[in-house]
């Protein structure tokens, strides 16, 4: 629930972050209640997954700002 709210404060101006937002809201949400509903192992590799791709892209998103505001 903590990354579906996340979403909502992470700002939206590039493609990545767009991306971000609605994958945590339209498909990291589902996947954690199939876990809980549907417990199988296939479920819970693809949200470790789904949440290690979306830290991916979170800590990318930020070095590129980052690198903007340095110059």
Known sequence: MGF????FVLPG???LEKLLKTSLWFGYLPIGILVYTFPHPAFDLLRYLFMLAGL???GWN???RYRRTER
């Open 62 to 64: 930020y070095f590129v």
């Open 4 to 7: 579906f709210l996340f979403a």
């Open 56 to 58: 991916a892209i979170l």
């Open 13 to 15: 101006d590039t493609f």
